[in-house]
């Protein structure tokens, strides 16, 4: 049974977070983890151009000092995306950064973008998975001593759940990773729904849609799967296939994460962060309503433990599956039963309260 350390942000409110994060550090022992002159990667989410749900620079800056009067060397990365956006390519997701506080002057450490300009700086590791034997995971974590791993719990327009495993699968894979986690992802357009306002064919990276008969068409010879029509429509119009393309994306997420990990023992520490929490994900380019009140942040060695935890802890709040109302055909309880299965980590854990 794995220990997830929790804090919780009821009865108070978001100025809170810097001194919580810096509790359950300790609580949990993170400082452990750094290696003296080694490398230490913060995976984290910038967030793109007009959301607002991502984790603030602000909540993490006393604890990135903490961290580097051990002596390590702190970097705070993230990866380039599929879709078009600001994060598309490392020019624009440095700047991205940046804008939304990332700064070395604002928090006396660097950002590097993982993948590398053109994203081809990424290892093959050999796993032991069910779809892949082995995974494309960027240099920029694999040659860190510690990975730090801080998510903004969210809901997803194609797996259900963004938290851990997913910030691990998406976030330390190079774009063609992402790509072979996104391949069974198959768009369809309800032609009822269309409006024909034209903003998919905009956003999609592949020019695999357009207008015919008055409406959105997708060639699925050049479709790649990456969802960004999907989550891009206003007019609920596209979905995925009836065909479960959720559960084949979860369980890749979670091979793509062990792949991050696997060599890493105890050196993998994890925040979830339990704010303002979201029927989307931090890359949609909108500010989107919370669906609850916030309810804390959570620390654990464990993955799959703590995505458990956060979740759990989402439905004692709400006194309903949220996710899984929200999201009917993404149900989440793949990735984390497959995480569990292929030894990512274990849906059983110990909830420690601070
Ligand atoms: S974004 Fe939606 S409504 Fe607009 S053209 Fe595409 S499918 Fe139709
Ligand atoms: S049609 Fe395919 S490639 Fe284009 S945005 Fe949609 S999922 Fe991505």
Request: charged share 25%.
């Amino acid at each position: 049974m794995s220990k997830v350390w929790f804090s919780s942000l009821k009865g108070t409110d978001q100025s809170k977070i810097a001194e919580k994060v810096l509790m359950l550090h300790s609580a949990a022992q993170f400082q452990d983890t750094l290696v003296k002159n080694g490398y230490t990667a913060v995976k984290i989410h910038f967030g793109e151009k007009n959301n607002t749900g991502y984790i603030k620079p602000d909540w993490i800056k006393p604890w990135l000092k903490k961290i580097n009067e051990s002596g390590c060397k702190t970097f705070l990365t993230d990866t380039n995306t599929l879709y078009y956006g600001k994060r598309f390519n490392s020019v624009d997701h440095l700047l991205q950064a940046h804008k939304h506080g990332f700064s070395i002057d604002n928090l006396g450490v660097p950002v590097i973008i993982a993948d590398g300009l053109l994203s081809k700086n990424f290892t093959e590791v050999p796993i032991p998975g069910k779809h892949f034997k082995s995974v494309k995971i960027v240099n920029d974590v694999l040659h860190s001593n510690t990975l730090m791993v801080l998510s903004h719990m969210t809901g997803h327009v194609l797996s259900g759940l963004g938290a851990a495993i997913k910030n691990l699968a998406m976030g330390c894979a190079p774009r063609s990773g992402k790509q072979m986690q996104h391949a069974d992802i198959k768009p369809q357009v309800i032609i009822e729904n269309c409006q024909a306002c034209g903003l998919c064919l905009k956003y999609c990276l592949k020019e695999a849609i357009s207008f015919y008969d008055g409406v959105a068409w997708i060639d699925e010879e050049k479709c790649y799967g990456c969802g960004e029509c999907i989550a891009t429509c206003r007019f609920k119009a596209i979905r995925h296939s009836m065909d479960d393309a959720s559960a084949p994306l979860q369980e890749k997420m979670a091979e793509y994460a062990l792949g991050a990990v696997q060599d890493k023992k105890g050196k993998v520490c994890y925040f979830n962060f339990l704010t303002h929490i979201t029927q989307e994900c931090d890359c949609m380019s909108k500010a989107q309503d919370k669906i609850t009140e916030d309810i804390g942040i959570l620390a654990s060695y464990d993955p799959v433990a703590i995505d458990q935890a956060s979740i759990d802890l989402l439905k004692a709040q709400t006194g309903e599956d949220t996710l899984l109302k929200l999201w009917p055909d993404n149900d989440y309880n793949v990735q984390l039963n497959h995480g569990e299965k292929i030894g990512l980590g274990s849906r059983k854990y110990e909830l420690i309260e601070i």
